[in-house]
């Protein structure tokens, strides 16, 4: 479920650092780990349609015993993990017809959109 960690400086790995600012007692939010029951559902309405919105997602996240924004926030996980892969196989296509090279170390234009490349070892 969507739990909250206990204070972050009473972290037993170690004092709160500079970075974390925010009073004394900042709440981590603990990352939702999902059954492997409720992720073969969410992956086939994934397969349905990439976008959950309304009583919909109300509904799915009632019947995984989840809450409305974990039903949310995993599918636009999702969504970000289903482009990485479609761009990745859009580049070994292209690849594999010789319409592009593989990217390679002395590529300049990498550098300018890191963020939004991925680089594939082939």
């Known amino acids: 479920g969507l739990e909250l960690s206990h204070c972050v400086g009473a972290d037993p790995l170690g004092p ?4 974390r600012s925010g009073g004394p007692c900042k709440m981590k939010r603990v990352r939702t780990v999902f059954k492997p029951e409720q992720l073969e559902r969410l992956e086939q309405e994934f397969l349905k ?5 309304g009583t919909e997602r109300v509904d799915l996240a009632a019947t995984l015993h989840l809450t409305e924004t974990q039903v949310k926030v995993w599918f636009q996980n999702r969504r970000i993990k289903w482009r990485k892969q479609s761009m990745e196989q859009k580049k070994a296509k292209l690849a594999q017809f010789g319409v592009i090279q593989p990217a390679s170390a002395d590529s300049t234009d990498v550098k300018d959109h ?8 082939l």
């Not at 709160?16 to 970075?19: D, I, L, S, V």
């Not at 349609?49 to 919105?53: A, K």
């Open 16 to 19: 709160a650092g500079p970075w």
């Open 49 to 53: 349609q990439q976008y959950m919105v």
């Open 114 to 121: 890191e963020e939004d490349t991925v680089d594939v070892e």
